[in-house]
């Protein structure tokens, strides 16, 4: 028996800036960004949106687009790093919802948590969910990824911002590709990327026009929890690259590969924190994996950096770039990071771009090269079944893309601070998150949904 995605839906936000407008803004050279990154558009929540609507629209069109029988369905399993309480899971929202939607206890048999492993939680649940189908072959599981990323204005990490979620159906016997059972880790704690809790000593500042006043007493230091992290970026983009080396050649291994392992895969799908990521850091692989003259020596050494360099500039590997890897950027560089949705959305983005090209993928491998800060890689491989053309053809993913609304830069600027007081665009079929619960002690802070036709 197999077991793997069945079906796959999305949801990423309809506003957008331009690259180019916010290099402008930044005095930065639009090329640097468009060309040397990848990037040519951000988008960015209405007000009415939060990681709960964007994984509810994508998990709302994967059970509508697929007829799925809620009494199949075992288990709701999050992967997030955007969560909204420190207690109640995204995963108790979205089974909420959805029995407003489709019934009062019509999921209450199922199980749903959420999984933070910064942008590696959804291939964790992924993962959960398979061990989970493979026992119990008559189950079905959905894995959603949902995230916001938002970085400090004016940082290193701003022109990546992005904003929506993936929905996947795990079942047996799936349409879309099959998941082998040999999966390679390699972790290691660091603080390359993060977003702690932070004291707040000027507490005088709440009950001003934006903040309301708690209720009972204040503690003499708060602490608070923003959406933008601390990093460092030169530094998590090593650990990106070590991770993923030793999870990679622990993949080969746990596989008996002889030969080049990357060779075996049509696609390369992998986390891609902006479009050109997996490239920039791959070549060490490609050269290390087909087991090139590279000068000895530790990593960080000038000279093995310097021939690296010099193998990722070779036509060799330009052409290894547009074969396995550059159709998994295109969606990134119209959306932004997605966090946890982002490898999923990498592999969107290739099987609609092998749809487009009328390539047969049946049978044909594709392989996985995870990553999540804090930092662990995890690294396996998929097998492309009968329906991934139909369901390629299916998620209509760039022509939602080409309706995204775009913004100016001040707007853009009031959405960050959250000073826009109304909606930007109408929301129309989809989920919107109605109020927030202010005057109610015993529900402050709670957070309603509602669907609008």
């Known amino acids: 028996m197999k077991t793997g995605i069945d079906a796959i839906a999305f949801d990423v936000a309809k506003l957008h800036l331009p690259i180019k407008t916010l290099a402008e803004a930044r005095n930065i050279e639009p090329d640097k960004l468009e060309k040397g990154l990848g990037l040519l558009k951000m988008t960015l929540p209405d007000i009415h949106q939060d990681a709960v609507v964007f994984g509810a629209n994508a ?8 007829n799925v029988n809620l009494a199949d369905i075992a288990r709701i399993y999050v992967g997030t790093e955007s969560g909204i309480d420190s207690a109640k899971p995204i995963g108790s929202y979205l089974l909420g919802l959805m029995e407003q939607r489709y019934g009062e206890g019509s999921l209450s048999h199922c199980d749903v948590v959420d999984m933070t492993f910064a942008c590696i939680g959804g291939v964790d649940a992924l993962q959960n969910c398979l061990d989970y189908v493979r026992l119990n072959p008559d189950k079905k599981a959905i894995v959603v990824t949902t995230d916001i990323a938002k ?56 009950g001003n026009d934006f903040n309301d006043p708690w209720f009972g007493h204040l503690e003499r230091v708060l602490e608070i929890h923003k959406d933008q992290p601390v990093f460092d970026g030169q530094y998590s983009n090593q650990c990106y690259t070590d991770r993923t080396r030793e999870a990679y050649f622990r993949f080969k291994e746990l596989t008996n590969t002889q030969g080049s392992l990357y060779q075996s895969w049509e696609s390369i799908i992998m986390h891609l924190p902006y479009a050109y990521q997996a490239r920039r850091m791959f070549a060490e692989l490609f050269a290390l994996d087909a087991e090139m003259p590279l000068l000895t020596g530790n990593e960080e050494n000038a000279d093995y950096q310097a021939k690296i360099k010099e193998i990722s500039k070779s036509e060799a590997y330009k052409n290894f770039v547009t074969q396995k890897l550059q159709p998994t950027e295109v969606a990134s560089s119209l959306i932004g990071n997605l966090y946890t949705g982002s490898i999923f959305m990498g592999l969107l983005s290739a099987l609609t771009q092998h749809v487009l090209k009328g390539n047969d993928l049946i049978g044909k491998k594709f392989g996985f090269l995870a990553y999540g800060s804090g930092s662990k890689s995890k690294v396996f491989e998929g097998t492309l079944q009968q329906g991934w053309a139909e369901a390629a053809h299916k998620a209509q993913l760039f022509e939602t893309l080409q309706q995204s609304h775009e913004i100016d830069f001040d707007t853009y600027l009031k959405l960050y601070k959250k000073e826009q007081r109304t909606g930007i665009q109408q929301p129309k079929n989809e989920w919107v998150l109605e109020y927030i619960e202010k005057e109610a002690p015993n529900l402050y802070g709670a957070r309603y949904y509602k669907w609008v036709e």
Request: charge should be positive; avoid cysteine.
């Open 59 to 66: 998990l709302t069109k994967l059970i509508q687009q697929n």
């Open 151 to 206: 970085y400090d204005l004016a940082s290193t990490g701003e022109y990546t911002q992005g904003a929506g979620a993936l929905a996947l159906l795990v079942t047996a016997n799936p349409r879309i590709m099959t998941l082998s059972n040999s999966w390679a880790v390699s972790t290691k704690g660091v603080f390359d990327f993060f977003k702690p809790y932070r004291t707040l000593s000027k507490w005088h500042i709440m």
